[in-house]
T-cell receptor
Framework: SAVISQKPSRDICQRGTSLTIQCQVDSQVTMMFWYRQQPGQSLTLIATANQGSEATYESGFVIDKFPISRPNLTFSTLTVSNMSPEDSSIYLC????????????FGPGTRLTVT | AQRVTQPEKLLSVFKGAPVELKCNYSYSGSPELFWYVQYSRQRLQLLLRHISRESIKGFTADLNKGETSFHLKKPFAQEEDSAMYYCALKGAQKLVFGQGTRLTINP
């Protein structure tokens, strides 16, 4: 299994500002994922971040709005840029472990409120 | 395209009654299917996956390729089963989630 921590756990931000969310894993992983969960909705994949390469974004998400860093095998950041109230969501970091089969583990999430 | 449908947003049953959470999927290839659970104030966690064919906390789920379903079942619900349940499908690359079903077990 993997232990994943995220910082901050929650934040309230003003529109037009940016917030960087950190994700730390207790083991080295190849693939890390960032999800968004808007109020009352399911999880939507924002992007996949592999160490040493550019993140791959899903349809509807762009690098200018959600820049991602992946400097090593245990850490990643997601920035939510130029925020608007529509960005109010829970943002989750996730990792995939392939030992013994595919399993995906999730962080506790970052609850973002944009005013 | 990958799609997962959970038709019930809310499901309420009495303790000791059987419970079934429905999940249907759409995927042209050979899918891997999962059930994730999120208890109150806890993070999302894997409950079970179809390739394991195991029972976790009394829950089972059988992949029915003919009906493209992966329903989650438990014969006797317990109060601690109250949680949010998500069905998920892994296709070629990514994990796609259904909308989730909030299960409430009444005493």
């Amino acid at each position: 299994s993997a232990v994943i921590s995220q910082k901050p756990s929650r934040d309230i931000c003003q529109r037009g500002t940016s917030l960087t969310i950190q994700c730390q894993v207790d083991s080295q992983v190849t693939m890390m994922f960032w999800y968004r969960q808007q109020p009352g909705q399911s999880l939507t994949l924002i992007a996949t971040a592999n160490q040493g390469s550019e993140a791959t974004y899903e349809s509807g998400f762009v690098i200018d709005k959600f820049p991602i860093s992946r400097p090593n095998l245990t850490f990643s950041t997601l920035t939510v840029s130029n925020m608007s109230p529509e960005d109010s969501s829970i943002y989750l970091c996730s990792v995939e472990l392939g030992t013994g089969g595919y399993e995906q583990y999730f962080g506790p999430g970052t609850r973002l409120t944009v005013t | 395209a990958q799609r997962v449908t959970q038709p019930e947003k809310l499901l309420s049953v009495f303790k000791g009654a059987p419970v079934e959470l429905k999940c249907n999927y759409s995927y042209s290839g050979s899918p891997e299917l999962f059930w994730y659970v999120q208890y109150s104030r806890q993070r999302l966690q894997l409950l079970l996956r179809h390739i394991s064919r195991e029972s976790i906390k009394g829950f089972t789920a059988d992949l029915n390729k003919g009906e493209t379903s992966f329903h989650l079942k438990k014969p006797f619900a317990q109060e601690e089963d109250s949680a949010m349940y998500y069905c998920a499908l892994k296709g070629a690359q990514k994990l796609v989630f259904g909308q989730g079903t909030r299960l409430t077990i009444n005493p």
